[in-house]
């Protein structure tokens, strides 16, 4: 069973992973992200460094799941 901390990471990598997808890194807003997850910047950034690490992260997700 995953922790609540491990869930709210996987519900802002799968909400955000779209986005950075679409948008690029350059081209997302911190704003789209807040948005996208319901979360504040304090809670995003709670759970990842900074947005290159969130990215890279997102990333990762996505590449997980093209293999799945």
């Known amino acids: 069973m995953l922790s609540k901390g491990e869930r709210t990471k ?5 909400r955000t992973a779209p986005i950075f997808n679409i948008k690029g890194f350059e081209g997302t807003s911190m704003t789209d992200l807040t948005t996208s997850t319901g979360l504040t910047k304090g809670a995003l950034y709670g759970n990842f460094y900074n947005k ?3 990215a ?4 990762k ?7 799945e």
């Open 10 to 14: 996987n519900l802002i990598l799968a």
């Open 52 to 54: 290159e690490d969130l």
């Open 56 to 59: 890279m992260e997102a990333f």
């Open 61 to 67: 997700y996505s590449v997980r799941k093209v293999k």
